[in-house]
């Protein structure tokens, strides 16, 4: 049991890592492309492109937001 907390708090550190709010808006993006490519909205090309843009700009989102909320 202890080797599979050990397990399972790896995966959490490594996934979610200091910040949860930049994980959050990367699962956001990444379930908006999910939804784009089953349903076929969009070339698959276009959707790579706009998953990449959409993931870079989440990112930034969260990376801001935390710059905005630290400063004196």
């Known amino acids: 049991m202890?080797?599979?907390k050990a397990f399972?708090?790896?995966?959490?550190?490594f996934i979610i890592g200091d910040?949860?709010?930049i994980a959050?808006?990367?699962v956001a993006a990444l379930v908006v492309v999910?939804?784009?490519a089953v349903n076929d909205v969009l070339s698959d090309g276009a959707t790579v492109i706009i998953g990449t843009v959409l993931?870079?700009?989440c990112f930034a989102l969260g990376v801001r937001y935390d710059a905005r909320r630290t400063r004196p």
């Open 2 to 4: 202890k080797l599979l």
């Open 8 to 13: 399972g708090l790896f995966w959490y550190d």
């Open 19 to 21: 910040d949860w709010k």
């Open 24 to 26: 959050a808006y990367v």
């Open 34 to 36: 999910a939804v784009l």
């Open 55 to 57: 993931m870079m700009v």
